[in-house]
Nanobody, 125 residues
């Protein structure tokens, strides 16, 4: 079971990035997937999550209206489209997956067993 997060980079404030979380060795379609981020000196926070079916999502208030999570089960990949980026979005972004999560616990990092390595997003002002 491996998750590979990619798509990070350096972008100016107001710009966009799309992160990808690709799975190898298992069918991601059976898993809920979450995106989390951790800025230097701060705790890891849940950004956005999506159920295995894509029928339900969670989006943190701090990114609501700017970030959109989606999944393409045919490509075994989950995406995080990030628009109108702000300097405070700067962090390492991680994706995580688990096949046994209830909706109310999706936003908690402790609910996930499988984690990708992280991709750095830097937003300059």
């Amino acid at each position: 079971v491996q998750l590979q997060a990619s798509g990070g980079g350096l972008v100016q404030a107001g710009g966009s990035l799309r992160l990808s979380c690709a799975a190898t060795g298992f069918a991601l379609r059976a898993y809920a997937v979450g995106w989390f981020r951790q800025a230097p000196g701060k705790e890891r926070e849940g950004v956005s999550c999506i159920t295995w079916s894509g029928g339900s999502t969670y989006v943190a208030d701090s990114v609501k209206g700017r970030f959109t999570i989606s999944r393409d089960n045919a490509k075994n990949t989950v995406y995080l489209q990030m628009n109108s980026l702000k300097p405070e979005d700067t962090a390492v972004y991680y994706c995580a997956a688990d096949d046994n999560i209830i909706l109310s616990s999706m936003r908690r990092s402790s609910s996930y067993d499988h984690w990708g390595q992280g991709t750095l997003v830097t937003v300059s002002s």
